[in-house]
């Protein structure tokens, strides 16, 4: 089972951009569809972007299409998440998910999490 850690998070104002990076073990990373999701305290956890293997197929939440974008480097076993104009209510827990199932309408069936990485945005 591949273990992945999050990096990236961290504080700033509307407007303002991150990158997050996902590192993950094991020679398998490659042919395992991944995603991010989010969580805020209260709510239930949320698919943001998902990218397949290959990076054929990608999802987007309709709250993020047009400012986040989701990649993938397979030889460095890494994902990556660039969220543009971050909004207030882009603040909370984000999580990389390692073997999801991916289609461009929805993404979930996550087999192994993160531990998550806090982004938080001030108006």
Known sequence: ???????GGGAVQAGESLRLSCAASGSTFRWLDMGWFRQVPGKKREAVACISWNGGTTYFANSVKGRFAISRDNPKNTLY?????????????????????????ECGRVTSWGQGTQVTVSS
């Open 81 to 105: 998440r660039q969220m543009n104009n971050l909004k207030p209510a882009d603040t909370a827990m984000y999580y990389c998910a390692a073997d999801v199932r991916v289609t461009p309408f």
């Open 1 to 7: 089972q591949v273990q992945v850690v999050e990096s």
